[in-house]
């Protein structure tokens, strides 16, 4: 079993629609939560990361993550065609240095 | 500012010859860097980790011999691909870890260098 789950997608949305991510993990030692935005033959990109249960809102970007039910989840509002990439959960445990990462999530949005 | 440059940005090599890749952190001393690997719609996968002055860690299913890792200072650390087989074609992907990173083990990430091995 993967330590980090991702559905890989593909996901088309129009634009202007609200877009969810979701990442479940086994895990129960992660405890920091980002989530990554990647552009096709780009390096990712830090969004968002989260170390506590509950929501984090980044302007059109909300970060949510319960621990109790090892879910993670990214909403995107007012989605845009610049939007459109591949979305990575990555997760930490308190100590060390190792990020472990989901499959990627590509999304599409269509103008 | 936390910008990660990587060189060069696509090769293409025959069977049997070794590439090394460069990575750099433009404007931060980067104490710890990752190289990571991934292949077309797949995640990245850690290969090694590396801190300045010393070996790097690799991890499980990394041949260490072959994929030769050299972190020499605070800004470079770079990746040597010997003798290339089609199977190491790929997409890698290297990120720095700053001196002062947050504790959620902030990195920045290279843009990637795409290997081709014929």
């Known amino acids: 079993q993967k330590e980090v789950e991702q559905d890989p997608g593909p996901l088309s949305v129009p634009e202007g629609a609200i877009v969810s991510l979701n990442c479940t993990y086994s895990?129960?030692?992660?405890?920091?939560f980002m989530w990554y935005r990647q552009y096709s033959r780009k390096g990712p990109e830090l969004l968002m990361y989260?170390?506590?249960?509950g929501n984090k809102e980044d302007g059109r970007f909300t970060a949510q993550v319960d621990k109790s039910s090892k879910y993670i989840s990214l909403f995107i509002r007012d989605s845009q065609p610049s939007d459109s990439a591949t979305y990575l959960c990555?997760?930490?445990?308190?100590?060390?240095?190792?990020?472990?990462f989901g499959e990627g999530t590509q999304l599409t949005v269509n103008p | 500012g936390a910008v990660v440059s990587q060189h060069p940005s696509r090769v293409i090599c025959k069977s049997g010859t070794s590439v090394k890749i460069e990575c750099r952190s433009l404007?931060?001393?980067?104490?710890?860097m990752f190289w990571y690997r991934q292949f077309p719609k797949q995640s990245l996968m850690l290969m090694a980790t590396?801190?300045?002055?010393?070996?790097?860690?690799?991890e499980q299913g990394v041949e260490k011999d072959k994929f030769l890792i050299n972190h020499a200072s605070l800004t470079l650390s770079t990746l040597t691909v010997t003798s290339a087989h089609p199977e190491d074609s790929s997409f890698y992907i290297c990120?720095?870890?700053?001196?002062?990173?947050?504790?959620?083990?902030?990195?920045?990430f290279g843009p990637g260098t795409r290997l081709t091995v014929l």
């Open positions: 990120s720095a870890r700053a001196r002062r990173a947050r504790s959620y083990n902030e990195q920045f």
């Open positions: 895990n129960s030692a992660f405890q920091y």
């Open positions: 989260t170390y506590s249960s």
């Open positions: 990555a997760m930490k445990e308190t100590s060390g240095s190792r990020l472990t």
């Open positions: 404007d931060f001393q980067a104490t710890t």
């Open positions: 590396s801190n300045e002055g010393s070996k790097a860690t690799y």
